[in-house]
């Protein structure tokens, strides 16, 4: 297994199909998903065109199966693995706490580190309690809902309906 940091737009279809592939297995879903991925690239990064703070985890035949992305702003890191190589995560933690710390050194400055993750992801959850992560209430887990009664259906509010509004056409057209 090998480190190292994100290069160019070939880096950026393989971190897609390594969230296309975990996103096969129900476990892995828990993971970012490609709208994720594209938010984090339009959304936060400031130049989409030259992602920074990326680092890539390969396997030996240089398959993708793991990456770190530090928001050097908020102190938080998004990380995935491969769903066989969940263990890489401690080392993506381990590098993202160092830059992190080295950053913070830069700016004379404590950087608190912010990650995420799920109450059911019980691998994550045994790597980031033996790292000494603790709990807080903000991004502890997406949410839960029982769903050992019935779900009430849904209406929509008098006067409104639902309807098409271009034909399958127009549609074929725009999507083409």
């Known amino acids: 297994m090998k480190s190292r940091q994100f290069r160019n737009k070939h880096n950026w279809n393989n971190l897609r199909d390594l969230l296309i592939e975990n996103h096969?297995?129900?476990?892995?879903?828990?993971?970012?998903?490609?709208?994720?991925?594209?938010?984090?690239?339009?959304?936060?990064?400031?130049?989409?065109?030259?992602?920074?703070?990326?680092?890539?985890?390969?396997?030996?035949?240089?398959?993708?199966?793991?990456?770190?992305?530090?928001?050097?702003?908020?102190?938080?890191?998004?990380?995935?693995?491969?769903?066989?190589?969940?263990?890489?995560?401690?080392?993506?933690?381990?590098?993202?706490?160092?830059?992190?710390?080295?950053k913070g050194k830069e700016r004379n400055t404590t950087i608190c580190h912010r990650i995420q993750a799920f109450d059911c992801d019980y691998d994550r959850l045994r790597i980031i309690r033996k790292r000494d992560y603790k709990q807080t209430d903000e991004y502890a887990y997406y949410g839960r809902k029982t769903l050992d009664c019935d779900i009430p259906k849904m209406s929509l509010p008098s006067g409104y309906y639902i309807r098409i509004t271009m034909s399958l056409r127009s549609t074929s057209r725009i999507l083409a």
Request: aromatic share 12%; glycine share 6%; hydrophobic share 30%.
């Open 24 to 102: 096969s297995i129900p476990e892995m879903r828990l993971n970012p998903s490609v709208c994720d991925l594209e938010f984090w690239r339009y959304g936060v990064e400031s130049d989409p065109d030259n992602v920074s703070d990326i680092q890539l985890w390969e396997n030996e035949d240089n398959k993708l199966i793991g990456f770190g992305w530090i928001d050097l702003e908020s102190g938080k890191t998004d990380f995935v693995s491969h769903y066989k190589y969940r263990d890489i995560e401690n080392d993506i933690l381990e590098w993202s706490e160092e830059e992190l710390r080295q």
